[in-house]
């Protein structure tokens, strides 16, 4: 029997540039992906509200994974058997993360005791955060809707003592274009329990995993094939080095559409 085909992807220098949040140079992996009905699976360090708004740009219907795997978001009725789960808003909740008025406080506590000068964006305006991330205010005010995690930055210079003390709370933290602090939940463990469930329904399920940051390094690990996106600068992260790892020649969405085809079997 055939495997049936999932990807799960990352948003933010992977499918979407990193700077214009344009997916435009993916369009023909896409629209092969779509012509194929193979499920595409955001799995983003973007809150429930940002990736709504994708999905509705790509036309998405399919599970999403927010905030580094806080949660994981079924549409109801999607799988033919019932998901346990909080009912929202049209979906089925799988929750792995922290509340994030939980989040905030540990990282305030930590930051004070330790005297440390970081941001989160739980800190800043809408202003604020559209002007460090490129994004318009209206975006911004949806990358504050968090529920899971709480990215942010080091003011005074990079200080490695805020991730031990994280660390040494029981939390975790992780690293995309930002910092991130959260419970012990991470994107790896949500595409597990994602995958239980494609193969719940579908019997055997092959993963595609397309990811470029620190932060997606538990996924790829998951997946069956991984596949390293190269970062504008030419490089690709180096501390994400795993067995059967694709690494791309092109860039963010340019280099998703050149692995997307080529594992497909189309690439020219």
Request: include cysteine.
């Amino acid at each position: 029997m055939t495997a049936s085909l999932i990807i799960i992807t990352d948003l933010d220098g992977t499918l979407l540039h990193p700077k214009t949040y344009s997916f435009a140079e993916a369009q023909p992996a896409l629209h092969l992906v779509q012509e194929r009905g193979i499920p595409l699976i955001l799995c983003s360090s973007k809150t429930r509200a940002e990736l709504e708004v994708c999905r509705d740009r790509l036309g998405n219907q399919h599970p999403f994974i927010s905030e580094n795997g806080g949660g994981i978001f079924i549409p109801e009725g999607y799988f033919p058997f019932p998901v346990e789960g909080e009912k929202c808003n049209g979906y089925r909740v799988i929750t792995l993360g922290l509340p994030y008025a939980d989040i905030r406080a540990h990282f305030a506590r930590i930051r004070n005791e330790l005297g440390i000068n970081a941001t989160g964006f739980g800190d800043m305006t809408p202003d604020e955060v559209a002007a460090l991330t490129g994004l318009t205010r209206d975006e911004a005010v949806l990358a504050q809707r968090r529920e899971f995690d709480e990215p942010f930055i080091f003011n005074g210079g990079y200080d490695e003592r805020l991730l031990q003390a994280i660390e040494a709370a029981g939390l975790r933290w992780t690293q995309g274009r930002f910092f991130h602090i959260m419970g012990k939940h991470h994107k790896g463990a949500a595409a597990h329990i994602l995958r239980s469930l494609f193969e719940r329904s579908l019997g055997s399920v092959s993963m595609i995993g397309l990811g470029d940051s620190l932060n997606d390094l538990p996924f790829l690990l998951e997946v069956d094939t991984p596949v390293l996106i190269r970062r504008e600068d030419g490089s690709h992260d180096p501390r994400i080095n795993i067995p059967g790892l694709y690494r791309t020649n092109k860039a963010g969405p340019a280099g998703w559409n050149e692995a997307v085809l080529k594992l497909l079997g189309t690439d020219t």
